[in-house]
């Protein structure tokens, strides 16, 4: 992937597969002398989408990594990690985020993260709360919420098709044109913050060999479940950042999320014209 000035590219294996994260460990981020006190960790986990990965977030963590120590990995079937060929199932994120902070992390650590992802790492907070200092997270939803039921959605069923599957994903994801419709239509309010850079990134994740299986998984709906169902039991601190025009999952979802649970999610933040991605989209807000 795309790789940012400073950050290096290191390997960690899970029971899934290998995950490829993304470290800065070189100037202008490291000072010469060694550090005498250890920087506390943040850990960004990218969503689901055509060619998702952690480039999602490489307009961020950079502003961070002179103070903290920056984990920025691809999940499994995405980016550089191993694409396995298989059916992803919910088990399978829930299982290799949390081997991933077991063994990068060596106490409790704040994890920002976004869409799907975001409401998979509040699952795995609500079972492992000993693994997070706090979350930060970027349009939480399982997709499913409050009794809406994805996989019966005319798209999801369409994908569940054989072969139309592989045909919508190698003509309507896997190319510049595809990519670009997606990001302009479903993850940015303005299609103008659309640049060619961003495009190379997910072009580049949606081209890897066995890439289809995971962005398949996703939009068939076998990742998806009802967070307003789990998120009552969460007791890890809580911010939520939603974007005005998130299409799809609006922020009058993540409200209702929110108010199930007010002890732990302290902050409820509405980012005016972004779609689901503003941390691509208005990164410096």
Not at 102 to 116: D, G, K
Not at 233 to 251: C, D, E, M, R, V
Request: with cysteine; charged share 20%; net charge negative.
């Amino acid at each position: 992937m795309l790789q940012i000035f400073g950050f290096s590219q290191h390997e960690l294996n899970t029971s899934l597969g290998k995950m490829a994260y993304y470290t800065a460990d070189r100037a202008p981020w490291l000072p010469d002398e060694v550090l005498e006190k250890p920087l506390s960790t943040l850990v960004f986990l990218h969503g689901f989408g055509g060619g998702s990965s952690a480039y999602e977030w490489s307009k961020v963590y950079p502003a961070f990594a002179s103070e903290y120590r920056i984990l920025a990995p691809d999940l499994v079937g995405w980016g550089d990690s191993s694409h396995l060929d298989r059916n992803y199932q919910i088990d399978d994120y829930l299982t290799s985020i949390t081997e991933f902070l077991e063994e990068s992390c060596e106490e409790p650590t704040t994890v920002i993260a976004s869409s799907l992802t975001a409401a998979f790492t509040i699952r795995i907070a609500i079972s492992r709360p000993e693994l997070f200092k706090s979350l930060i997270l970027t349009t939480p939803a399982g997709l499913s919420d409050f009794g809406e039921n994805y996989t019966r959605s005319f798209f999801a069923q369409l994908v569940s098709t054989p072969i139309i599957d592989r045909l919508i994903y190698d003509f309507g994801v896997a190319n510049e044109l595809g990519i670009c419709n997606f990001l302009e239509q479903r993850q940015f309010a303005n299609p103008e913050r659309v640049y060619a850079e961003i495009v190379a990134a997910y072009l580049e994740s949606a081209q890897q060999p066995n890439a289809e299986y995971s962005a398949l998984s996703f939009v068939r709906g076998d990742l998806c479940f009802d967070l307003s169902q789990y998120i009552e039991q969460l007791t890890i601190p809580t911010a939520i950042i939603w974007g005005q025009k998130s299409q799809f999952t609006g922020p009058e979802i993540g409200r209702r999320l929110a108010a199930i649970n007010p002890t732990a999610i302290k902050i409820f933040q509405e980012i005016e014209d972004v779609g689901l991605t503003p941390q691509l989209e208005l990164p410096a807000v």
